[in-house]
């Protein structure tokens, strides 16, 4: 019987405390027990992956891991949406409930094209549902200096999507 290595003891222990962490970030969101387990386990995947490059895993990297399979999730499933609504509508011109998808798929192109540390306070304050002080420690910031950036990544994003709104 062989030892097993350490690194592999030590991703098992992460794994076992990460699991339910990000399970249950998961499941909050996309709340479909199948898309949960899935999203968690392309995560792990992930996870593994990074370990065998030498990136040294931690729980909050697994849920930052965790947050970019969510919003890839998000645009597959928007994807396959607007596919099945062209393809079945027979007058795309009429667009009640596109346009809502519409204002959606803009909302994240908008937040994507934001400063990294906007698109990090906003995602936290509302996609995460944080509050403003759990978003200033998670960011190594103020209270004041959090709000100031949340005040500035609000009127940041307002400006950019009401930009696209007009084309």
Not at 18 to 32: D, E, I
Not at 35 to 48: H, N, P, R
Not at 76 to 101: F, G, I, K, N, Q
Not at 120 to 129: F, M
Request: charged share 30%; aromatic share 8%.
């Amino acid at each position: 019987m062989s030892a097993v290595p350490a690194r592999d003891v030590e991703f098992l222990d992460l794994y076992d405390d990460a699991v339910p962490q990000v399970y249950g970030y998961l499941l909050k969101r996309v709340g479909n027990v199948g898309i949960a387990e899935d999203l968690t386990s392309e995560t792990f995947m992930a996870c593994v992956a990074a370990v065998r490059s030498g990136t040294e895993v931690t729980v909050g990297w697994c849920i930052t891991v965790a947050r970019n399979k969510l919003v890839d999730h998000w645009r597959r499933r928007e994807r396959e949406e607007r596919s099945l609504r062209l393809a079945y509508d027979e007058d795309a011109t009429v667009m009640e409930p596109w346009d809502v998808h519409l204002d959606s798929t803009r909302a994240h192109e908008v937040l994507a094209a934001l400063d990294p540390q906007q698109r990090l306070a906003l995602t936290l304050r509302y996609l995460d549902g944080l509050p403003v002080v759990q978003v200033a420690t998670s960011l190594g910031r103020t209270l004041h200096a959090t709000e100031a950036l949340l005040v500035r990544s609000r009127a940041a994003f307002r400006r950019v999507y009401e930009e696209g709104s007009d084309a």
